[in-house]
């Protein structure tokens, strides 16, 4: 009976024992089981990790988490959060894009727009985290507006001080003839620019007005137009403005010294053609005999002369000419077809006048006629005059 007793004892303290080992280990296991799901919490945050320039500032909200050195900005959230920074360029530079790259290179959306700051400049940008690491690259463009806006004060600077030059008569008929490219700006600062290649003690730099008047210019070509003005008040002052579509530059003519200049060649031609009948000699060179009589010069080959034909003009072999031409169009060399027989000619028709040494001359203006074949040129030599040209494609010849 006392056996019976002893053994029901051990038996329920047996029983108590596994109770509370049971629930010792129960308890266990609910602890591990929070500290696991808290692991699990912390593990679902990703990091962004924004690239720091040394162009511009970037910022973000200070409710996330981050680090920072010298180099990036580290920020940890978590997925499906809305992610906002804000991008101030330096001084003289702009924001120009960001780069949101997810683990996989690939691009992630991001929305821009001003930011709420005071800031002009600054630009703010925001996206969606995914679930996973991003990175993020800011890029700058300079800031080129107040450049522009000191280079355009200075331009203006520049034209009132220089110019002083109103323009009158541009009527919205002559405007029609320019195809939408007059500009009186660029027109009054072309004018500046022609006077300026004349010499310091020019009369030019006293004009203050340009008059277009209503007088037909009737030598237009596809690639040109031409209108006849005058500076100041005076009418006889006349000027014939061309512009080239094409290199969409203007050219001047004064025709009033012009016809100064055409006067004066015509006179030292006539000197030296009475000079050349006076006392005619043999033609030393086959260069000289391509001057035929009338003033015009052709590639072609050279006539034969014999004993009974008369002869032509002849000059000194101890002299030649060296000429120089400046300005001329590319348009026009591609119309007469070489650019060596054109200046030869030049120089043979200078040659014949009795220029000798460097002559420097100017590609003054042309005119081309498709139909005709033909074209008409213009060069100023300055103090010495200015030689009026034509050229006949059919014949490939020169005539001056």
């Not at 522009?148 to 008569?169: C, F, M, N, P, S």
């Amino acid at each position: 009976m006392y056996y019976q007793k002893q053994k029901r004892i051990m038996i329920v303290i047996a029983a108590s024992l596994l109770v509370f080992i049971v629930l010792v280990c129960s308890v266990s296991a609910i602890k591990a089981g929070k500290k696991k799901a808290d692991v699990g919490e912390e593990e679902e945050r990703y990091l962004v990790t924004v690239y720091k320039s040394t162009e511009g500032l970037i910022t973000c909200e200070d409710e996330l988490e981050k680090e920072e050195d010298d180099n990036k900005l580290i920020l940890q959230a978590k997925e499906g959060e809305n992610i906002v920074l804000d991008i101030l360029p330096d001084e003289g530079k702009l924001y120009s894009n960001a780069e949101v790259m997810d683990e996989k290179a690939g691009y992630i959306l991001l929305s821009e727009e001003k930011s709420d700051g005071t800031v002009e400049n600054e630009k703010r940008i925001s996206f969606i985290m995914p679930a996973g690491n991003v990175t993020v690259n800011v890029n700058y463009i300079n800031d080129l507006s107040d450049n522009d806006e000191k280079d355009e004060a200075e331009d203006d600077q520049e034209e009132e001080q220089l110019y002083h030059i109103t323009v009158q008569g541009m009527t919205k008929k002559i405007e029609k003839t320019y195809r939408g490219y007059y500009d009186e700006n660029d027109f009054v600062r072309a004018i500046g620019n022609w006077f300026g290649m004349i010499s310091v003690a020019s009369d030019y730099y006293n004009v203050t007005k340009a008059t277009f008047t209503d007088e037909k210019y009737d030598k237009d070509t596809e690639n040109t137009v031409s209108h006849y003005l005058y500076f100041n008040d005076d009418k006889e002052w006349k000027i014939l403005a061309t512009f080239d579509f094409t290199s969409k530059t203007y050219q001047f003519v004064d025709i009033r010294q012009r016809e100064k200049e055409e006067a004066q060649i015509a006179a030292k031609r006539a000197e030296q053609e009475q000079k050349n009948t006076a006392t005619p000699t043999p033609v030393p060179t086959e260069a000289a005999a391509n001057i035929p009589s009338g003033g015009s010069y052709s590639n072609s080959d050279s006539p034969t002369i014999s004993d009974t034909e008369p002869q032509q003009e002849s000059y000194e072999t101890e002299e030649s000419i060296e000429l120089s031409i400046s300005n001329v169009s590319s348009i026009f060399l591609e119309f007469v077809g070489s650019q060596d027989v054109f200046h030869e000619a030049v120089s043979e028709y200078l040659f014949g006048l009795g220029f000798t040494g460097r002559v420097n001359g100017k590609f003054e203006e042309f005119t081309l006629d498709e139909e005709k074949g033909e074209a008409h040129f213009v060069i100023s030599l300055g103090k010495s005059g200015a030689v009026y040209g034509t050229y006949d494609r059919s014949t490939g010849a020169y005539g001056f």
